[in-house]
């Protein structure tokens, strides 16, 4: 399996803290070795950083734990190998472009007897993954239901969120999915997320000692969303979602969310 | 303008000290400042670090200047923005995916009254420049010529080199290209390579003082070639490429080129 991380927040904000704890599951406080990679979305472009090592060794992982990029919209991912290699191609996030927008997806579990329900046409895999292969299916998927970019993506988010049963029902099938600005989570059985406001307190990581105090970082107008396979701080309520259930946020704030559809 | 560099070669190679010089370039020795990007390949998989801040004053930079990343294939941009503002989105080299490939590019050069010419339906840009545009239009005819990826990779790339023509009538148009196994440098005005082999030599950086002994740092089977609109070194012999002439390159090995087509 795999951990899964997004940021989704409405001004640019950096995810050094959480991004720390996240890394340190990736070959010291968790299993998850098979390489690691983060997108940080400015504007409708984004830029990923990936290492097919483990992130608790990796250089590149270190350049991102240490120098703050600020963004609305972060997705990270920790890898422990099931379908696939251990190489780059294999290596979440997995970013590809729709209607002019970047659209990035990552994923935790694991799909069997996938191949036959999963055919694509328009997007085709690089890699050898069941989950870029559901990736590339979903946006095959919105590319023939919107032959157009919709007026309002949210309606696009809530297409895929009504089609990712059709995923849960080959395995696990843990989600995250965003274009920059809403950000979907879908969750099979692990993921949870907290939306940290005003007033701001202080928060302590699970996998280190770092103890921050938000309230030194932010103003009063942040609306910050942490979403995680697994909590990420011990000192703070995050939400577990249930399976079957997705949640939409856009820029921090939950849109939308449903019980099993 | 920009500045433009690509590395092809037989065996894994890292581009330290290539990239050094072209990094001196921007904001330093050179007016090539706002922004930068490098994109490595290992095997269909590649990487991309990009930065829209000068790259001689940039962290990511740096790492990449200090941190040997093996690739065969390798191609990197430093931008003098003309069209489109200075932005990550703005920033080369773009990547995008076709026949189950990643397909890297990177431009120098500018184009005029390219909208009308440069019709895209297939590949939409994400970002303002007339380099993603004219990208968008190659990734467009390439699919549109071959439906489904052709046996032989090489008649996609002298189709690009065909059809380049098309964008030199536009402006300035000298391009880098590549699948992360062929290589395609198609000249305007402005591109010069290199192909080191054995018996191999020592390389002084015309941008620092860096020189090199390239006799430690590889084996007698080596091939690598370097392509730059400006040549990197003062101590070696590389070759200027023509207006309308094209250079194809297999893991270092040149194996086409032409003059005006």
Redesign the interface.
Known sequence: MCELMAMSANVPTDICFSFAGLMERGGRTGPHKDGWGVTFY???????????LPSCES??AR?VKD?PIKSCSVIAHIRQANRGSV?????HPFV??L????WTFAHNGQLSNYQEVLQVSI?????ETDSELAFCWLLDQLKRQFSVQPDDMKSAFLYVASIAHTLKALGIFNMLLTDGIYTLAYCTNNLHWITRRAPFGKASLIDSDWVIDFQEETTEHDIVTIIATQPLTDNEQWHKMQEGEFALFHLGEKVETSGES
Chains 1, 2 share one sequence.
């Open positions: 400015e504007g409708k472009a984004c830029r990923t950083f990936k290492d097919p250089e590149i350049l120098y190489c780059l191609a294999n290596t590809r472009p209607w002019g927008r970047n997007h085709e895999p690089i890699g």
